[in-house]
């Protein structure tokens, strides 16, 4: 039956994960009323915060549909992506699940569009009505999901270096949330994506790296390495040309990394050991945004300076004191006020 989602009653319930709220359904039933989908199909994914389900409009295209589980517990984790960004200054109401709910799923809509008008590649949102998110489906003609990264089984370094190309504060970046799709990364799961003024954005950032080059390190591929990396994305300007985009400067980095990184006369294991302790410091070191985040900016950065001469990345990060601007922005301005309509759709500029 292709209505068994909606149609499972609570005598199930204790078995079956899937089954839906009743307020839920009636989304549901409504969206199927205006003829949106034609039905809705079995569950893609059942995450601990979300399930996905696969559906299908009147005229049998493919579509996604996020829907946030509405228990509180659930949602007690997401304070560390809320506390700092203005668009929540005022809070929000951690008795209300469903408009908590609500306000994530809003978010994510918006980031989606975001990543469309930034050509990112991304699911095209298409909707959202309270805890559910209607999106096309990234599949095959049958209704079968692309995989996951994690399942995807490349091995192509020109994928991995076009992940780099246009990198947002995704803030849960992993092989789990990118889905390889026609040949190429595509990002979901963005409702926690933050915009690069975001007190901890480049923790977020630095996270976002560590766990794909961790990723594709595990496969095989010959990576730039964290700090590297978290270097290439924050760079005010890159030197593309006409003939040059990003990932091909990206690749560029790669080459002259690789060559760079051997010292005369050290054995290859000496070497890797070495960038791996750069990366390692790196990943401990505290990333501060502006000069108005260093208590002595001075003393602070020539204490900062590596042995060599050459300027870590913070200083070089201080340096730009304008934000950054490639590391293309993922969030919504939306000001949330409890109790609050939150406007749909924004412009595209935001
Ligand atoms: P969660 O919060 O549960 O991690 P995700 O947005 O990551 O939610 O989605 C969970 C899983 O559902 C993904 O790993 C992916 O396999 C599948 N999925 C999500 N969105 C889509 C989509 N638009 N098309 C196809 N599969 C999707
Ligand atoms: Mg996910």
Partial sequence: CPFEVLFADK????????????RTRIILFK???????????????????????HALTPEFAHLALKIYK?????????????????????GYNRRNPRKMVRLWAEKELRNLRRLQAAGIPCPEPFEVRQNVLVMSFLGNREGWASPRLKDAEINDSSVYASLYSELLVHADLSEYNILYHDDHLYII?????????????????RSDI???????????ISCLGLRRCFEF???EKLDTTEELDAEEVFKKWLELSESE?????????????????????????????????????????????????QMPIYAQT??????????????????VDDGEELPIPLTEDG
Wanted: one cysteine or more; aromatic letters at 8%; charged letters at 30%.
């Fill in 31 to 53: 969206m199927i009323g205006r003829g949106l989908i034609h039905e809705v199909n079995g569950c893609v994914s059942t995450g601990k915060e979300a399930n996905v389900y």
């Fill in 318 to 335: 201080i340096e730009l004191v304008q934000p950054v601007k490639r590391v293309l922005t993922a969030a919504d301005d939306t000001q």
């Fill in 233 to 235: 994305v924050v760079k």
């Fill in 11 to 22: 005598s199930d319930r204790a078995t079956n994960e899937q089954v839906l709220d009743p």
């Fill in 189 to 205: 799961d963005v409702s926690q994506s933050v915009e690069h003024d975001h007190p901890s954005a480049f923790d977020f950032l």
């Fill in 261 to 309: 990184d051997s010292r005369e006369g050290e054995s290859i294991e000496a070497t890797s050991g070495r960038s791996a302790h750069e990366d390692a410091v790196f990943e401990k070191s505290y990333i501060p945004r502006t000069l108005g985040d260093l208590y002595d900016p001075e003393r602070e950065v020539a204490a900062l300076s590596l042995d060599d001469g």
């Fill in 70 to 90: 509405t228990s509180i517990l659930v949602f007690k984790d997401r304070d560390r992506y809320v506390t700092g960004e203005y668009r929540f200054r005022r």
């Fill in 210 to 220: 560590k766990n794909v080059e961790e990723f594709f390190a595990k496969m095989g």
